[in-house]
């Protein structure tokens, strides 16, 4: 496949500041088309997918369960509920080790081979139905956002009534190094990720419906630019920075408007949704389909065969990790999302996710850990931060533990992207100390409250 | 040439003397009185500006004392001997102070306590906690990346096997490393309380074995071979009641299974004998 060029139409925004690793990955899988995993005979599905409140679960040992029958109901407005990503037997609660580091409790389900669905909703003529039914088939699916928060997607599409939303932004960035299953769902299924979209500016109330795409991913864009036009649905590109996918640059690099400190995108008027979500948003409102699977990069130099894999919700990382054939060579760090702000494992225990965007195995050479030096004023994190902040003297008052004075700075903004400390040469942990001073910050906050 | 000399010497010396009277008459006349005992108890306190007593700094505290603001007894650093002076420049009463020190409540060093990650991120353990609550498997244990020990004015706490031990004679209980642990483990403790309980993990006890070799599991051995009122039953640990604390007879008699009721004494031997190799059952 030979690259394709820029479409001469195509917008092409940014944001200031950001960083661009030389090396970034993404050649290892982004050739690869998506393969769907075979059936495994065991998934344990996690029962906390969401942020927010973990849903109930409603199936007990032994209970025979039908794909996409419900496991686990919403537990509030801030909650998804949880479907079976295959028919077989539920085996009961068990423990296991958590993408955060800590046990957490999965629904074991023992396939039987069959793989039934149970019966789905009926499909809803979107271009003919109201919000409220589009919201209310979002939220039964459920779906959360793909990208990496899990975030329900519904409660995203239900801003407060004062706020009048006026764009619909579907983030096809995928700025991470090394991750392409967005990359590759908007190339293979273009049609999915643009009918999501417009499903999605439906629900929400919005004409202006745009994905914004990373320039390094001009088949993509130029597989959607063939038909967004059918879907009303527009297309921007956007330049090669990290990290461009993050929320506040996102609508920034696209509408030019900035999120105040403490604000939601709906304050701005915008909503932004994942790309995978949209895809599927398509699939539940089309076929009543819940989110019992995505596609999910598993890459890294130790892997043999690198590739984006359609995974089903609770297949262990150790299984998908063989469908690529293993591991060359003996990794030096499993994580679960990209590199920049993905979560290091200490298990291949963990189960895959709703925003399981990545399985990333790193080698050794690059997980080297640096001694910190000094800081030499340079000014390099300053020009990378996204958010305009002051990463150097932050971590200065980290270190101080002056937490009051790191609020004077802002230090609350930080969306935690760590720019700053891949720019840094002395090596600071720059984006550490500022995760720390925003712990420490909170659980005094806390107390307070509680006092 | 000589009296160029002796015309240069006399110069500055008369330049020097005027100067210097200058400065004398207008400091006489500018000066700010201060109360000359201040300076006198500042001169008594140990000036390590720790914050114990509450002051910025030695000097505020001093300047409390002579206003009466505070009592010489605030201040956890100085000795005995020091205080009394401190009262008599007062010319006031000296209270009877008790003497507190710090004591960090958990045995669970990397031998006793099983590792569960490799943490390679920063060195510290705010930050560690943030990382999966830290390598160790004890969610409520020592996590042994020394942010008390830095914190500590007087080099009192000693990371011994990834885990925070404080020398009691070093230590002055100032607390200022009570608010740095993360996971609240070190408390402030009467000096003359020699006994302690080596664990404040909640857990139930079959899960506390799982982790640690040392957790206390609520056995109660301890309690019921001690006096009543010496230990309160938490949950599923014991703690002793520090307003009324039992001798150091009390290790013999209880036998602690666990061997996490210890004095102070033999948990520093015990952690000093494991780090030199040799593992005490």
Redesign the interface.
Same mark, same amino acid.
């Given at each position: 496949m030979n690259e394709q060029a820029i479409n001469k139409d195509l917008k092409i925004v940014s944001f200031k500041g950001g960083v661009h690793p030389q090396k970034d990955g993404k050649i290892l899988s982004k050739k690869a088309s998506i393969q769907t995993a075979p059936l495994l005979e065991r998934y344990q599905v996690i029962v906390s997918q969401n942020i927010g409140a973990p849903p109930k679960v409603v199936v007990s040992a032994g209970d025979e369960v039908k794909k996409g029958q419900l496991l686990a109901e919403a537990a509030g407005f801030v909650s998804v509920p949880l479907h079976s990503p295959t028919s077989g037997k539920v085996e009961g609660l068990v423990d296991i080790p958590g993408p955060?580091?800590?046990m957490t409790q999965a629904i074991s389900i023992l396939a039987d081979g069959k793989d039934e669905w149970t019966e789905l909703s009926v499909s809803i003529d979107w271009r003919n139905s109201d919000a409220d039914t589009l919201k209310k088939r979002i939220m039964e699916c459920g779906i959360v956002g793909m990208g990496g928060a899990a975030f329900p997607s519904h409660v995203k599409l239900s801003p407060p009534p004062d706020k009048k939303v006026d764009y619909m932004i579907i983030n096809g960035a995928e700025c991470e190094p090394y991750l392409t299953a967005d990359h590759r769902v908007m190339l293979e299924e273009p049609e999915k990720v643009l009918e999501g979209a417009a499903i999605l500016g439906r629900a929400a109330g919005v004409k202006n419906v745009v994905v914004a795409v990373e320039i390094n991913k001009v088949d993509a864009i130029n597989a959607m630019m063939e038909k967004a036009a059918q879907f009303n649905v527009g297309i921007v590109g956007m330049k090669v920075q990290y990290p461009q996918g993050a929320e506040k640059q996102l609508i920034y690099a696209v509408t030019r408007r900035k999120v105040p400190t403490g604000a939601l995108p709906a304050d701005v008027g915008c909503i932004v949704q994942n790309a995978g979500t949209a895809a599927a948003v398509a699939e539940a409102v089309n076929a009543g389909i819940p989110l019992i699977e995505r596609v999910t990069t598993i890459t890294g130099e130790p892997v043999v065969n690198p590739g984006n894999w359609r995974l089903r919700l609770g297949t262990p990382i150790s299984e998908a990790l063989k469908l690529c054939g293993g591991v060359k060579c003996e990794p030096g760090k499993l994580i679960l999302g990209g590199p920049m702000m993905g979560f290091?494992q +200490?298990s291949t225990g963990v189960s895959v996710m709703k925003n399981t965007s990545g399985i990333l195995l790193l080698d050794k050479s690059d997980v080297t850990?640096y001694e910190s030096s000094p800081c030499i004023r340079c000014g390099r994190c300053l020009e990378a931060c996204p958010m305009n902040l002051q990463p150097s003297a932050l971590s200065q008052l980290a270190e101080a533990g002056q937490y009051e004075n790191a609020l004077k700075y802002n230090v609350m903004d930080c969306i935690e992207c760590g720019a700053c400390a891949f720019a840094c040469p002395a090596h600071r942990?720059l984006v550490?100390?500022i +995760? +720390?001073l925003k712990?420490?910050i909170r659980n005094r906050t806390k107390k307070e409250i509680k006092k | 040439m000589t009296s160029t000399i002796i015309l240069s010497v006399l110069a500055l010396s008369i330049l020097g003397i005027i100067l210097g009277l200058a400065i004398g008459l207008i400091s006489k006349l500018f000066g700010v009185a201060t109360d000359p005992k201040v300076d006198l108890v500042l001169e008594l306190l140990p000036g390590a500006n720790c914050g114990g007593c509450g002051k910025a700094g030695c000097a505020d505290f001093a300047r409390a004392l002579v206003s009466g603001e505070a009592s010489p007894g605030q201040c956890p650093v100085s000795s005995q001997e020091v205080m009394a002076q401190i009262a008599q420049v007062l010319g006031m009463a000296l209270e009877a102070p008790d003497k507190k020190i710090a004591v960090v409540l958990c045995g669970g060093d990397i031998q006793q306590t099983k590792v569960?990650?490799?943490y390679?991120? &920063?060195n510290?353990c705010?930050?560690a906690?943030? &990382?999966?609550?830290g390598p160790k498997s004890c969610?409520y244990g020592c996590l042994g990346m020394a942010s008390c020990a830095r914190a500590c004015p007087f080099n009192a706490i000693e990371i011994i096997n990834g885990l925070a031990v404080v020398h009691n004679e070093l230590c002055v209980g100032c607390g200022v490393c009570v608010k740095t642990c993360p996971r609240n483990l070190i408390k402030l403790v009467p000096a003359e309380a020699k006994v302690h309980i080596y664990c404040s993990s909640p857990e139930k006890a079959a899960l506390k074995m799982k982790v640690c070799n040392v957790p206390c599991i609520a056995c109660r051995k301890c309690v019921k071979s001690g006096e009543e009122g010496q230990f309160t039953i938490n949950g599923f640990r014991v703690e002793v009641n520090y307003d009324n604390y039992p001798g150091e007879d009390i290790v013999s008699k209880a036998g602690c299974p666990k061997n996490c009721l210890l004095t102070a004494a033999q948990h520093f031997e015990i952690e000093r004998n494991e780090e030199a190799g040799e593992v005490v059952a």
């Amino acid at each position: 496949m030979n690259e394709q060029a820029i479409n001469k139409d195509l917008k092409i925004v940014s944001f200031k500041g950001g960083v661009h690793p030389q090396k970034d990955g993404k050649i290892l899988s982004k050739k690869a088309s998506i393969q769907t995993a075979p059936l495994l005979e065991r998934y344990q599905v996690i029962v906390s997918q969401n942020i927010g409140a973990p849903p109930k679960v409603v199936v007990s040992a032994g209970d025979e369960v039908k794909k996409g029958q419900l496991l686990a109901e919403a537990a509030g407005f801030v909650s998804v509920p949880l479907h079976s990503p295959t028919s077989g037997k539920v085996e009961g609660l068990v423990d296991i080790p958590g993408p955060m580091g800590v046990m957490t409790q999965a629904i074991s389900i023992l396939a039987d081979g069959k793989d039934e669905w149970t019966e789905l909703s009926v499909s809803i003529d979107w271009r003919n139905s109201d919000a409220d039914t589009l919201k209310k088939r979002i939220m039964e699916c459920g779906i959360v956002g793909m990208g990496g928060a899990a975030f329900p997607s519904h409660v995203k599409l239900s801003p407060p009534p004062d706020k009048k939303v006026d764009y619909m932004i579907i983030n096809g960035a995928e700025c991470e190094p090394y991750l392409t299953a967005d990359h590759r769902v908007m190339l293979e299924e273009p049609e999915k990720v643009l009918e999501g979209a417009a499903i999605l500016g439906r629900a929400a109330g919005v004409k202006n419906v745009v994905v914004a795409v990373e320039i390094n991913k001009v088949d993509a864009i130029n597989a959607m630019m063939e038909k967004a036009a059918q879907f009303n649905v527009g297309i921007v590109g956007m330049k090669v920075q990290y990290p461009q996918g993050a929320e506040k640059q996102l609508i920034y690099a696209v509408t030019r408007r900035k999120v105040p400190t403490g604000a939601l995108p709906a304050d701005v008027g915008c909503i932004v949704q994942n790309a995978g979500t949209a895809a599927a948003v398509a699939e539940a409102v089309n076929a009543g389909i819940p989110l019992i699977e995505r596609v999910t990069t598993i890459t890294g130099e130790p892997v043999v065969n690198p590739g984006n894999w359609r995974l089903r919700l609770g297949t262990p990382i150790s299984e998908a990790l063989k469908l690529c054939g293993g591991v060359k060579c003996e990794p030096g760090k499993l994580i679960l999302g990209g590199p920049m702000m993905g979560f290091a494992q +200490r298990s291949t225990g963990v189960s895959v996710m709703k925003n399981t965007s990545g399985i990333l195995l790193l080698d050794k050479s690059d997980v080297t850990q640096y001694e910190s030096s000094p800081c030499i004023r340079c000014g390099r994190c300053l020009e990378a931060c996204p958010m305009n902040l002051q990463p150097s003297a932050l971590s200065q008052l980290a270190e101080a533990g002056q937490y009051e004075n790191a609020l004077k700075y802002n230090v609350m903004d930080c969306i935690e992207c760590g720019a700053c400390a891949f720019a840094c040469p002395a090596h600071r942990p720059l984006v550490q100390h500022i +995760r +720390r001073l925003k712990a420490e910050i909170r659980n005094r906050t806390k107390k307070e409250i509680k006092k | 040439m000589t009296s160029t000399i002796i015309l240069s010497v006399l110069a500055l010396s008369i330049l020097g003397i005027i100067l210097g009277l200058a400065i004398g008459l207008i400091s006489k006349l500018f000066g700010v009185a201060t109360d000359p005992k201040v300076d006198l108890v500042l001169e008594l306190l140990p000036g390590a500006n720790c914050g114990g007593c509450g002051k910025a700094g030695c000097a505020d505290f001093a300047r409390a004392l002579v206003s009466g603001e505070a009592s010489p007894g605030q201040c956890p650093v100085s000795s005995q001997e020091v205080m009394a002076q401190i009262a008599q420049v007062l010319g006031m009463a000296l209270e009877a102070p008790d003497k507190k020190i710090a004591v960090v409540l958990c045995g669970g060093d990397i031998q006793q306590t099983k590792v569960k990650t490799l943490y390679n991120g &920063v060195n510290d353990c705010i930050s560690a906690m943030l &990382v999966a609550g830290g390598p160790k498997s004890c969610a409520y244990g020592c996590l042994g990346m020394a942010s008390c020990a830095r914190a500590c004015p007087f080099n009192a706490i000693e990371i011994i096997n990834g885990l925070a031990v404080v020398h009691n004679e070093l230590c002055v209980g100032c607390g200022v490393c009570v608010k740095t642990c993360p996971r609240n483990l070190i408390k402030l403790v009467p000096a003359e309380a020699k006994v302690h309980i080596y664990c404040s993990s909640p857990e139930k006890a079959a899960l506390k074995m799982k982790v640690c070799n040392v957790p206390c599991i609520a056995c109660r051995k301890c309690v019921k071979s001690g006096e009543e009122g010496q230990f309160t039953i938490n949950g599923f640990r014991v703690e002793v009641n520090y307003d009324n604390y039992p001798g150091e007879d009390i290790v013999s008699k209880a036998g602690c299974p666990k061997n996490c009721l210890l004095t102070a004494a033999q948990h520093f031997e015990i952690e000093r004998n494991e780090e030199a190799g040799e593992v005490v059952a």
